[in-house]
């Protein structure tokens, strides 16, 4: 973020962006109390899942992800390595797709580590249909038929340490306006989840009343 800097000449000052593309570690701070969070490595390259072919733009990886989770890995190129070496790196097994049922009724996670095929500005081949079958596991709890031959499960993520996740920026302010983090002097600190709204339905009364009867001798 300090390299890609600029001087605005309207308000006559060095302008720098809190955070480039999403902003992960606040996603992770988020995440963290499930024990899951997004690397800092980068990548990009083109594969099939479940007969479509998807180009993954420039997205991450997941980092970390509960033991009972199920996540899909792919082949994909290393843009940090290609940025600062020059050459092309294929690194294997890289874990794009993450699917978590959580402990009792606390509902379900389902991550992806790029956008690009769902963002207008940078779209080159859709998926619709992964975001589809990502609602689909979210909201009914059935792995979708897209994914069932693409999920492993009994992986390694959850032993990554917090060594390896992204930082914040020093002199970052996004955290004035985070509806994740809580306004404090010193640390940050994860605002409490609000409970999930439940409805309270109504007793049905079923009244038998007859119409008022009218005497029409009176």
């Known amino acids: 973020m300090q390299?890609?800097?600029?001087?605005?000449?309207?308000?006559?000052?060095?302008?720098?962006?809190?955070?480039?593309?999403s902003n992960i570690p606040a996603l992770n701070a988020l995440l963290s109390q499930w024990s899951i969070a997004f690397s800092d490595q980068v990548f990009e390259g083109e594969f099939s899942l479940a007969e479509h072919a998807i180009y993954y733009a420039s997205g991450t990886s997941i980092a970390r992800f509960p033991r009972d989770g199920l996540i899909v890995t792919k082949t994909l190129?290393?843009?940090?390595?290609e940025v600062l070496h020059?050459?092309?790196k294929d690194v294997k097994d890289i874990p794009i797709l993450g699917l978590y049922?959580?402990?009792?009724?606390?509902?379900?996670?389902?991550l992806y580590g790029d956008s690009n095929c769902?963002?207008?500005?940078?779209?080159?081949?859709?998926?619709?249909?992964?975001?589809?079958?990502?609602?689909?596991?979210?909201a009914h709890a059935s792995i979708p038929s897209a994914l069932v031959g693409s999920v492993k499960g009994q992986h390694k993520l959850f032993l990554q340490p917090d060594s390896g996740l992204p930082e914040r920026?020093?002199?970052?302010?996004?955290?004035?306006y985070s509806k994740v983090l809580?306004?404090?002097?010193?640390?940050?600190?994860?605002?409490?989840l609000p409970p999930c709204p439940q409805l309270s339905w109504a007793t049905p009364k079923p009244l038998n009343v007859s119409a008022p009867r009218y005497d029409t001798n009176n």
């Not at 190129?77 to 390595?81: F, L, P, S």
């Not at 207008?120 to 975001?131: I, K, N, T, V, Y």
């Open 3 to 21: 390299k890609i800097k600029f001087y605005d000449e309207n308000t006559r000052q060095w302008w720098m962006p809190d955070t480039g593309g």
């Open 77 to 81: 190129h290393d843009q940090d390595y």
């Open 86 to 88: 020059g050459a092309i």
């Open 101 to 110: 049922q959580t402990l009792g009724a606390g509902g379900r996670f389902a």
């Open 118 to 138: 769902l963002d207008s500005s940078h779209l080159q081949r859709d998926c619709f249909w992964l975001l589809d079958a990502m609602l689909q596991y979210t």
């Open 169 to 176: 920026m020093g002199g970052s302010h996004l955290s004035r």
């Open 182 to 192: 809580e306004p404090t002097l010193s640390e940050y600190r994860v605002r409490p």
